[in-house]
């Protein structure tokens, strides 16, 4: 190799795909998506030791098992809150109700033939009732896990944040400030 193409052979990027023949590159549509889920909570009356949270695991293209935050696309007519309680009755089993926002996450990514921005509003629930359940086709698995093995669980770095978030949330509603009045903020 002379030192003329090892010179162009650096300067190329080995990921880059090479252009197609006919010199155009092919056009992805964009579409938006909007999903809700949650971090569905039990033993917010118990003491903190006790309080759980659960998750669903699912298998990605490499088999290995990614536990994260049960989420699904909003419904016409529901609301990001009304889908994130069916979701994670559909995707767990367990029912709860609505505390607070957590907040969303948006990311981008390819499939089909299209590219997607998909935004998900996440809640955080309280536990009402059911019994784990990993019925839905998407989900491999369901667990309760502590919510202080929150952070090494998620897969995912944005939902580990929300999970901090919620954390937070939850340490204010178990001892909330003696200075505020009742009813105010």
């Excluded at 981008?108 to 299209?114: I, K, L, P």
């Amino acid at each position: 190799m002379s030192a003329g193409e090892r010179a162009n052979r650096s300067r190329r990027n080995p990921r880059r795909r090479p252009a197609r023949a006919d010199g155009d590159k092919p056009k992805l549509r964009t579409v938006r998506e909007t999903s809700a889920g949650g971090l569905v909570v039990d033993g917010l009356d118990g003491p903190p030791s006790q309080r759980c949270a659960a998750l669903i695991g699912r298998t990605d293209r490499r088999g290995r098992l990614l536990w994260s935050l049960p989420k699904g696309h909003i419904e016409q007519g529901e609301t990001a809150e009304q889908t994130a309680m069916r979701e994670v009755a559909e995707e767990t089993g367990i029912r709860g109700d609505v505390l607070a926002s957590l907040g969303s996450i948006d990311y981008w990514f390819v499939t089909e033939g299209r590219r997607v921005h998909k935004t998900v509003h996440h809640y955080l629930l309280r536990f009402l009732g059911g019994e784990l359940s990993d019925e839905d086709v998407e989900v491999t698995e369901v667990a309760w896990v502590p919510l202080s093995e929150l952070s090494s669980k998620l897969a995912y770095a944005d939902e580990r944040k929300l999970a901090a978030i919620a954390s937070q949330l939850i340490e204010g509603m178990s001892n909330p400030d003696p200075e505020t009045p009742v009813g105010r903020e």
